[in-house]
């Protein structure tokens, strides 16, 4: 399948003159779109909702595209608490790129989140990166092993955290999510009765955790709360507080308790290259975009 490309939209354009130091490709952006239709349920996800999500490949980054990309990141980590590299790393950069962020942050003194997969994913790790957020199939693919039990998966965290990283947040869909750390494991749950859609909940549970400065129990507890706020709409903008749902954490694991979404189909991140800062003061938090290629 082809891809075509479209003008810029409205924000888009709105955010390439916010951040025109970072404007890569000025009058061409690339699309990524979900697709809901109101159907017959699918068997993972009793539900009255089949989504998918369609994804363009990226274009190519130049050299000189990659090094103003770089100088964009670098002049906007004054006063940034976090800098988020998220998605799939386009064509034309190498799978260390990540890796060159995380050091980056850590001149400027900024904490690093990845999420990503694959071998971007296991550069990444040797530039000790603050946080991760795999799911339970890039588990896997860090480790060689799908993990079954919740024991599986903190061991496969310890893992991932033995190799660089130093906190792993390990996303289960319906089976929760482990937090592994210095301190130990964390297990969080947040059952949620009627999913109409996963498109951006592992966006949305990163993005609650690293909103939280409240210790990391009730980081875990945000991290859940907005995942599964984001699982009940159809589209990508939902308000965290709408998720109704009660949020579980324990320390007490029962690490032999099966995984009962293991075998969903991952959705990989693909065709999508995103870079955020955050800046927390008091209790406010804002995002700031200042570079994404998004296919």
């Not at 369609?54 to 595209?65: D, F, K, R, T, V």
């Amino acid at each position: 399948m082809a891809c075509r490309h479209a003008p810029l939209s409205p924000l888009a354009d709105q955010l390439a003159r916010s951040y025109n130091r970072c404007s890569l490709r000025p009058g061409w952006t690339q699309s990524s779109f979900p697709s809901v239709e109101t159907s017959a349920a699918t068997s993972a996800y009793p539900t009255r909702w089949n989504c998918y999500q369609i994804n363009e490949p990226g274009p190519s980054l130049s050299a000189a595209e990659r090094d103003r990309l770089i100088s964009a990141v670098a002049s906007n980590l004054g006063a940034t608490n976090w800098l988020v590299c998220a998605g799939s790393l386009p064509t034309g950069v190498r799978d260390d790129w990540y890796g060159e962020l995380v050091e980056l942050g850590r001149r400027h003194g900024v904490q690093v989140a990845v999420d990503t997969s694959g071998e971007p994913m296991t550069q990444s790790l040797h530039a000790r990166p603050d946080v991760v957020k795999p799911n339970v199939h890039e588990l896997a693919e860090l480790t060689g092993a799908m993990p079954s039990t919740l024991g599986e998966v903190i061991e496969a965290a310890n893992e991932v955290r033995h190799r660089g990283a130093r906190t792993v947040l390990a996303s289960l869909g319906a089976d929760g999510a482990v937090l592994v750390d210095a301190d130990g494991a964390l297990w969080g749950h947040a059952p949620v009765t009627g999913v109409v859609s996963t498109v951006g909940a592992g966006d949305a549970m990163l993005a609650g955790y690293l909103s939280c400065r409240h210790g990391r129990a009730q980081a875990l507890a945000t991290a859940l709360q907005w995942g599964a706020a984001a699982v009940q709409h159809e589209g990508t903008l939902f308000s965290p507080s709408d998720s109704g749902v009660e949020v579980t954490v324990t320390e007490s694991v029962d690490t032999s308790r099966p995984l009962q979404d293991r075998d969903r189909p991952s959705t990989q991140k693909r065709c999508r290259l995103s870079i955020g800062l955050t800046r927390m003061t008091g209790n406010q938090h804002t995002l700031r975009s200042t570079g994404r290629i998004r296919s």
